[in-house]
C-alpha cells in the first residue's frame, strides 16, 4: 500500500504511515466501501443482462409458440369445415350409386375425428392460443346447433305420428 499523502510504502495493516504520521485507515475502509459498492453494480448490471436476454428468449419461444399453435388450428379447420363442405360439393356433381357415397362419407367422418383430435391437442399443448379456443368454440356452438335441430325433428315426426288418423 501507498500513502496518499507522501508517497511512502506503507506495510500492509498498518494505520499510520511511518514515514508522514497520516492515518491510513480512514483511506482503507472508504477504498474498501467504494469496492464494495462497485462490485454490487456489476452484480445488479449482470443481473439486468440476464433479465433481458431472458425476455428476448422469451419473445421468440412465445413466436414459436403461436405459430405452432396457428398452423395446427389450421389444419384443424380444414379438416373439420372444409372437408365435409368439399363431400357435398363431390356427391352433388359425381356420385351416382351408394357405393362412392359411403367411402366419401366415411373419408368425411374420419377427417372430422382428425381434426377434433388435432383442436383438442392443440387446446391442451398451448391453452394460451386464442385461435384455437375461437375454433373450438365455433364447433361446438355448431354441435349445439344441430343436437337442437335433430330434436326439434324428432320431436315434430313424433308429433305428427300422434295425429295420425287410424
Do not use: H
Not at 494505520?15 to 491510513?24: A, T, V
Not at 475502509?29 to 445488479?44: M, P, Y
Not at 398452423?71 to 352433388?92: G, Q
Amino acid at each position: 500500500m501507498i500513502c496518499n499523502n507522501c508517497g511512502n510504502e506503507i506495510p500492509e495493516g498498518s494505520s499510520y504511515c511511518n514515514k508522514c504520521g497520516k492515518k491510513i485507515e480512514a483511506e482503507t475502509e472508504s477504498k474498501e466501501i467504494i469496492e464494495n459498492i462497485t462490485d454490487e453494480v456489476i452484480k445488479v448490471e449482470n443481473v439486468e443482462k440476464e433479465e433481458n436476454t431472458t425476455n428476448q428468449n422469451d419473445n421468440i419461444i412465445n413466436e414459436d409458440y403461436d405459430k405452432n399453435a396457428n398452423y395446427l388450428t389450421i389444419l384443424s379447420s380444414i379438416l373439420i369445415f372444409l372437408v365435409p363442405i368439399l363431400r357435398n360439393i363431390i356427391l352433388k356433381f359425381t356420385v351416382d350409386d351408394d357405393s362412392n357415397s359411403s367411402v366419401i362419407d366415411f373419408i368425411r367422418s374420419m377427417s372430422m375425428l382428425a381434426g377434433v383430435t388435432i383442436l383438442i391437442y392443440t387446446r391442451i399443448k398451448y391453452p394460451k392460443n386464442n385461435a384455437s379456443k375461437i375454433v373450438l368454440i365455433v364447433f361446438l356452438g355448431l354441435i349445439l346447433v344441430w343436437v337442437i335441430i335433430t330434436i326439434i325433428a324428432i320431436v315434430s315426426c313424433m308429433s305428427a305420428l300422434n295425429n295420425c288418423p287410424g
